[in-house]
C-alpha cells in the first residue's frame, strides 16, 4: 500500500468532518404573538406582543442521520443558536437542535425543533426543559431548496413586501402555556465578524491536518479536536497575528497511538 494513502483517506473524510468548515447562517426574525394560550413562562402576554431574536447553524454543524435523498435530519452537537426577546425576557436554545430539511416533488420544508430533557433551553439564563420551540416552513410550490441539504444561503425569508407569504409554524412553549408565533419578518444577515470561523482545511507534506481559520490580531483562540462530536478536548492555543490564522495538527498521529483516526473533526473558540 503506498505510504501516502493514509493522508488521502484522512483527508477526505476531513473534507466531510462536521465541524471543520462551511457557511455560518445567521437568520433574524421579528414576530407577533398572534395566539397566547395559558401563561408561557409565567408570564401574561399581550395577543401581538413582538417578539424577535435570531437563529444561527453552521451548513456543516452536524451530520444528516437519514439516508433518504430528499429528506435530511441534522442533530448538532453544538454550533447552533437561538434566541428570543419580549417584555424584558430572552429565551435562548439548546445548541443542539434538530434540524430538518424536506426537499419533496410536491412540496419543501424547513423545521428547527428544540428543547426536552436533553436538549434543554433557557429562560432568562436558567435551563427549564419544558421549553419546546418549532419552527416549520414549507413551500407548496417545491422551489426554495436544491437537495436535502442545510441551505445557504436561506431560501425562505419573510418581509411585508414579499409575496406570496409561506405557511409557517413558530411556537414557543413550557408548561406554563404556548405563544404561537407570526413571522413578520425572516432575513439573513452578516454574523459575528470576530467569531472564529474556519475558511480553509488541508493536509501538511507530512500528513498533518492543517486549518486555517478567520481571526482577530492580538486574540487568543482554543483549539479542540474530536472523532465523535461529543467528546472535545483542546489540543492547543494560539494567538492570532493577523486577520487569517494557520493552524497544524502536528501532534495528531502522536494522541492516535501512532496511526491516523479513521475521522478528525476540530473546532476553534474565542478565548479573549
Known amino acids: 500500500m503506498s ?10 473524510l476531513l473534507a ?12 433574524a426574525f421579528e414576530a407577533e404573538a398572534a395566539t397566547v394560550v395559558g401563561t408561557p413562562f409565567g408570564i401574561d402576554v399581550p395577543r401581538l406582543t413582538t417578539v424577535t431574536g435570531t437563529f444561527t447553524y453552521q451548513t456543516d454543524g452536524a451530520i444528516d442521520s437519514n439516508s433518504s435523498p430528499d ?15 419580549f417584555l424584558g425576557h430572552t429565551v435562548t436554545g ?7 430539511v424536506q426537499d419533496f416533488s410536491s412540496s ?24 419546546d420551540l418549532w419552527l416549520s416552513i414549507t413551500d407548496g410550490s417545491a422551489s426554495s431548496l436544491a437537495g436535502d441539504s442545510l441551505p445557504a444561503p436561506f431560501p425562505m425569508p419573510f418581509a411585508p413586501e414579499i409575496e406570496p407569504r409561506l405557511p409557517h409554524t ?9 405563544l404561537l408565533l407570526q413571522l413578520v419578518r425572516l432575513e439573513q444577515i452578516e454574523g459575528d465578524p470576530d467569531r472564529p470561523i474556519v475558511t480553509a482545511v488541508g493536509l501538511a507534506g507530512d500528513g498533518a ?9 492580538g486574540n487568543r483562540y482554543g483549539i479542540e479536536f474530536s472523532t465523535d462530536l461529543e467528546i472535545w478536548v483542546q489540543i492547543a492555543q494560539v494567538e492570532a497575528a493577523s ?18 483516526p479513521g475521522r478528525a473533526c476540530y473546532r476553534i473558540r474565542a478565548l479573549d
Open 71 to 85: 429528506r435530511g435530519e441534522y442533530r448538532f452537537a453544538g454550533g447552533a443558536t437561538f434566541t428570543a426577546g
Open 94 to 100: 439548546s445548541a443542539t437542535p434538530l434540524i430538518e
Open 170 to 178: 413558530f411556537s414557543l412553549a413550557d408548561y406554563g402555556g404556548t
Open 243 to 260: 486577520a487569517l490564522t494557520e493552524f497544524t495538527d502536528s501532534g495528531l498521529a502522536g494522541r492516535s497511538g501512532g496511526a491516523l
Open 16 to 27: 466531510a468532518a462536521t465541524p471543520l468548515c462551511g457557511e455560518e447562517v445567521m437568520l
Open 209 to 217: 491536518p492543517t486549518l486555517e481559520f478567520r481571526s482577530r490580531s
Open 108 to 131: 419543501e420544508t424547513f423545521r428547527y425543533d428544540d428543547g426536552g430533557d436533553e436538549h434543554a433551553m433557557s429562560f432568562d439564563g436558567t435551563p427549564d426543559p419544558s421549553i
Open 3 to 12: 505510504p501516502h494513502r493514509p493522508a488521502l483517506v484522512l483527508a477526505a
